[in-house]
């Protein structure tokens, strides 16, 4: 059975910066489009960061853009997302997510998902 693991999450203030981590097991990791979301209490999960099986594209949210990073490991099966200038309003649950190969980081697209981790930004 497919696992994606998030870790990293914690309280921080606002400023401060974090550096997600995705761990995969039993996926052919190299094979996988990987993304990251989040969703915040009462608010739909939305779309964060993604990175291409390849590694050759990655694409951000507006809210993410020059502040957040995503890459992989591939050798480590892990995807890791830093972050920094953490604001509250990032403050959420953020998922991993994976697809076999494919350029789209549509929710709907993603296969598998972890159980998320928690930010939690303080002002």
């Known amino acids: 059975q497919v696992q994606l693991v998030e870790s990293g999450g914690g309280l921080v203030q606002a400023g401060d910066s974090l550096r997600l981590s995705c761990a995969a097991s039993?996926?052919?990791?190299?094979?996988?489009?990987m993304a990251w979301f989040r969703q915040a209490p009462g608010l739909e999960r939305e779309f964060v960061a993604g990175v291409t099986w390849n590694g050759i594209n990655t694409n951000y949210a507006d809210s993410a853009k020059g502040r957040f990073t995503i890459s992989r490991d591939n050798a480590k099966n892990t995807v890791y997302l830093q972050m920094n200038s953490l604001k509250p309003e990032d403050t959420a649950t953020y998922y991993c997510a994976a697809r076999a190969y494919g350029v789209s980081f549509s929710p709907n697209a993603m296969t598998f998902w972890g159980k998320g981790t928690l930010v939690t930004v303080s002002s």
């Open positions: 039993r996926l052919g990791f190299s094979s996988y489009t």
